[in-house]
């Protein structure tokens, strides 16, 4: 009997840590800030820590949960807090190695070239594999506009695009992402209340752990909530990943200094 109730009560306990929005404070933000681009982002804590708004037009930009982990699930929701602002990119990083080589999820608002590639509207799961393991050497701005096709050391895994497949101002979206539940398989949900969106399963080899992050690109206004991570098994960082993250830190630290000389 006694056995029993332990077991309730530890399925409880499970249940009511899987519920609770993941606090955020521990979570660390990084932007690819490239000389011809716009500035590094401004990620502001709300909410009791359980949000984050990415509040400037920014180049490449991320806030990483700084956890190298494979087997897991995320859920919550995000939105563009505006009106009839600017239409570009919001999304999501998972199996983040370094700067240079991880899975991104973006979603474009409308349709735009620029920096000679084009930006269709809608969304798209890619793949970034730089030789260096740092983005400001491999990839370019390019890379992170074009979503059409394969450019540089940006490779497309999966599109859903089209000319009213674009994020709307003000409207709540849920997103859901299997990373690695099963060997080598994505499974991303997007919904906006019950409507499926989006719900893709791909199969790529490349990664099979890293970080979460959420991602924006010359999108202003956009709020990251509520997110529940389920599952999830720790994989040590290896010594030469963290002295190349603390070397791009110190990198983009000297840049944004001589920016603002």
Known sequence: MWRKAIF??????????????????????LTLDYPSGQSAGNWI??????????????????????????????????QVLE??????YMGFVFGYQNSSNFYLFD???????????TANEGMTIKKMTGS???GLDDLSL???????????????LAQNQGSTLGWEDNVLYDFHLDFNLNSNEIHIVVKQGSTILWDKTIFDSTFSYGQFGFYNYSQEDVRYAGFV?????????????ILCSIGLGIAGLKLRRSKEL
Do not use: C
């Not at 991570?229 to 990943?241: D, F, K, N, S, Y």
């Open 107 to 117: 979603w474009k608002q409308g349709s735009q070239d620029y920096v000679g590639t």
């Open 142 to 156: 390019a890379e992170f506009w074009e979503n059409g096709t394969n450019y540089g050391d940006m490779t497309i």
């Open 229 to 241: 991570q389920t599952g999830g098994v720790v994989v040590p960082i290896p010594g030469a990943v």
């Open 8 to 29: 309730i009560a530890l399925l409880a306990f499970s249940f009511v840590v899987h519920a609770d929005p993941v606090n955020l404070t521990s979570w660390s933000p």
């Open 45 to 78: 804590l709300g909410g009791g820590n359980t949000y984050v708004d990415q509040v400037i037009n920014a180049d490449p930009s991320f806030y990483l949960n700084n956890l190298n982990q494979t087997s897991y699930s995320m859920d919550g929701s995000w």
């Open 132 to 134: 260096t393991g740092n």
């Open 83 to 88: 009106a009839g602002g600017d239409d570009d």
